[in-house]
């Protein structure tokens, strides 16, 4: 509001001209009437006053000071008036006294509004405790130096922070540039690293430069060697691709072959070579092995026909072999010396290859049944030789004479009265008598 306010409608009506109905009040009388208007917070009777005249007047350290004039009803409601501008001023400083402390970074401004504040006291039209202001706004200009360095460390802090967490990030894009071979999991987190980026702020921008440098390059080495791998993977593919067309081809000749054992060998060469020969790219492996299988699987189909069938026809081999173990097994078993097992076996086995071949399931039982019998009769023949061998005979023959001489020995110290010397004689004649035991025992198999 200026200094002077105009002069508003008289409060009290005008005397109407005769024969004229006296007019009802107007909109802004009836406004003026009823708006109720919140006291001033200020006290600003105690600061100031408004004469009847309406002159408005400000208590200072220098003195009373005209503000201006007020023509808008009664002097209590001017200086009221006056003491809410007054309040208005005092929330603006309040509001400066706040942000100096919530936002240092915005300090100078800060000073700035305080200062131009603290001037415009000398002439600003409002009622109450200027001095207070003043000293308030000085102190808000006299913080808002210190505000303003802290606001530098922060600044510092915060760009330190930001250049910490962007080397960091610089670092982990390098060591995937560098090294990294999970390509698609790399690639993702370099994408991750690059949206994290762009969320790092207040870096200046020389270091901001040469760290997106440092990360551009890390980001390019990484793609060149994906590439590289990649055209690397394509060539070793084709490679593949064309090996397996060959074992494929080669499949394909073979199935229709009946040389049952020397094809079925050939086609597990031919599974070995496709493993070795590596992948090719999916739908083109999964295409050729699809033909590998198909023709291996028919070669194999029509083997297993004719071996059923021949099995089949070799079902009465088996029940005779069968037979053959029933009657020879118990009968070598019971034999009571190497010769009479040892003809036992060899008739049977006479018998067993005049039979013939037997269904597949059984040829490895019988073969295995009768590798049992053999080798039983050659661990008979073991014990034969071991028995009869002179060179284990005369050892344990030597084992006795050992006996005999301690015996002797024991009789002639116990008639000499030695009875010490015939006991140790005793005890070591009865030590090699179990020797001598053990030695007959191994002669006779037992």
Same mark, same amino acid.
């Given at each position: 509001?200026?200094?002077?306010?105009?002069?508003?409608? %008289?409060?009290?009506?005008?005397?109407?001209?005769?024969?004229?109905?006296?007019?009802?009040?107007?909109?802004?009388?009836?406004?003026?009437?009823?708006?109720?208007?919140?006291?001033?917070?200020?006290? %600003?009777?105690?600061?100031?006053?408004?004469?009847?005249?309406?002159?408005?007047?400000?208590?200072?350290?220098?003195?009373?000071?005209?503000?201006?004039?007020?023509?808008?009803?009664?002097?209590?409601?001017?200086?009221?008036?006056?003491?809410?501008?007054?309040?208005?001023? @005092?929330?603006?400083?309040?509001?400066?006294?706040?942000?100096?402390?919530?936002? %240092?970074?915005?300090?100078?401004?800060?000073?700035?509004?305080?200062?131009?504040?603290?001037?415009?006291?000398?002439?600003?039209?409002?009622?109450?405790?200027?001095?207070?202001?003043?000293?308030?706004?000085?102190?808000? @200009?006299?913080?808002?130096?210190?505000?303003?360095?802290?606001?530098?460390?922060?600044?510092?802090?915060?760009?330190?922070?930001?250049?910490?967490?962007?080397?960091?990030?610089?670092?982990?894009?390098?060591?995937?540039?560098?090294?990294?071979?999970?390509?698609?999991?790399?690639?993702?987190?370099?994408?991750?690293?690059?949206?994290?980026?762009?969320?790092?702020?207040?870096?200046?921008?020389?270091?901001?430069?040469?760290?997106?440098?440092?990360?551009?390059?890390?980001?390019?080495?990484?793609?060149?060697?994906?590439?590289?791998?990649?055209?690397?993977?394509?060539?070793?593919?084709?490679?593949?691709?064309?090996?397996?067309?060959?074992?494929?081809?080669?499949?394909?000749?073979?199935?229709?072959?009946?040389?049952?054992?020397?094809?079925?060998?050939?086609?597990?060469?031919?599974?070995?070579?496709?493993?070795?020969?590596?992948?090719?790219?999916?739908? @083109?492996?999964?295409?050729?092995?699809?033909?590998?299988?198909?023709?291996?699987?028919?070669?194999?189909?029509?083997?297993?026909?004719?071996?059923?069938?021949?099995?089949?026809?070799?079902?009465?081999?088996?029940?005779?072999?069968?037979?053959?173990?029933?009657?020879?097994?118990?009968?070598?078993?019971?034999?009571?010396?190497?010769?009479?097992?040892?003809?036992?076996?060899?008739?049977?086995?006479?018998?067993?290859?005049?039979?013939?071949?037997?269904?597949?399931a059984d040829m490895r039982p019988f073969d295995d049944a009768l590798r049992n019998l053999e080798r039983h009769v050659?661990?008979?023949?073991?014990?034969?030789?071991?028995?009869?061998?002179?060179? @284990?005979?005369?050892?344990?023959?030597?084992?006795?004479?050992?006996?005999?001489?301690?015996?002797?020995?024991?009789?002639?110290?116990?008639?000499?009265?030695?009875?010490?010397?015939?006991?140790?004689?005793?005890a070591q004649a009865a030590q090699w008598t179990e020797w001598a035991k053990a030695a007959e025992d191994s002669?006779?198999?037992?």
């Amino acid at each position: 509001m200026s200094d002077t306010t105009p002069s508003p409608t %008289p409060s009290s009506p005008v005397p109407p001209t005769s024969g004229t109905p006296a007019a009802g009040p107007s909109p802004a009388q009836l406004r003026r009437r009823t708006t109720v208007v919140a006291p001033p917070r200020s006290q %600003p009777e105690k600061w100031g006053r408004v004469d009847e005249d309406g002159s408005a007047w400000v208590k200072t350290a220098d003195g009373e000071r005209l503000i201006g004039t007020w023509q808008a009803g009664a002097p209590e409601e001017g200086l009221a008036h006056f003491g809410r501008r007054y309040d208005d001023l @005092v929330t603006e400083v309040a509001l400066l006294e706040r942000r100096l402390e919530s936002h %240092p970074v915005e300090a100078t401004a800060t000073r700035k509004h305080a200062a131009d504040l603290k001037e415009s006291l000398a002439t600003a039209a409002v009622i109450g405790d200027l001095a207070a202001l003043d000293e308030r706004l000085q102190e808000v @200009v006299a913080k808002s130096f210190t505000a303003e360095e802290k606001a530098k460390e922060l600044r510092q802090q915060r760009r330190n922070a930001a250049i910490a967490r962007k080397t960091k990030l610089v670092e982990e894009a390098e060591a995937i540039g560098a090294s990294a071979t999970s390509w698609k999991q790399s690639g993702d987190r370099l994408r991750d690293i690059l949206e994290e980026w762009k969320t790092i702020h207040g870096i200046d921008r020389k270091t901001d430069d040469a760290l997106w440098k440092r990360f551009s390059r890390a980001r390019e080495s990484f793609n060149r060697r994906r590439g590289s791998h990649f055209a690397e993977l394509d060539r070793v593919r084709a490679a593949a691709a064309r090996r397996k067309e060959e074992i494929v081809a080669a499949a394909e000749a073979l199935q229709d072959s009946e040389e049952w054992n020397d094809t079925a060998a050939e086609y597990r060469h031919l599974m070995s070579e496709w493993k070795k020969a590596g992948r090719a790219q999916k739908d @083109v492996d999964d295409s050729l092995w699809e033909r590998f299988k198909k023709a291996q699987d028919n070669f194999f189909d029509r083997r297993k026909a004719v071996m059923d069938q021949r099995d089949s026809e070799f079902a009465a081999n088996g029940a005779a072999k069968r037979a053959l173990l029933d009657e020879y097994s118990p009968r070598i078993d019971a034999a009571e010396n190497y010769d009479e097992a040892r003809s036992l076996v060899s008739e049977l086995v006479g018998k067993w290859e005049q039979i013939g071949r037997v269904p597949r399931a059984d040829m490895r039982p019988f073969d295995d049944a009768l590798r049992n019998l053999e080798r039983h009769v050659a661990d008979m023949e073991k014990a034969e030789w071991q028995r009869t061998d002179p060179e @284990v005979q005369a050892r344990a023959q030597q084992f006795w004479d050992r006996v005999k001489d301690f015996e002797a020995q024991a009789e002639k110290a116990e008639k000499a009265g030695r009875t010490k010397d015939a006991e140790k004689a005793r005890a070591q004649a009865a030590q090699w008598t179990e020797w001598a035991k053990a030695a007959e025992d191994s002669l006779n198999g037992l």
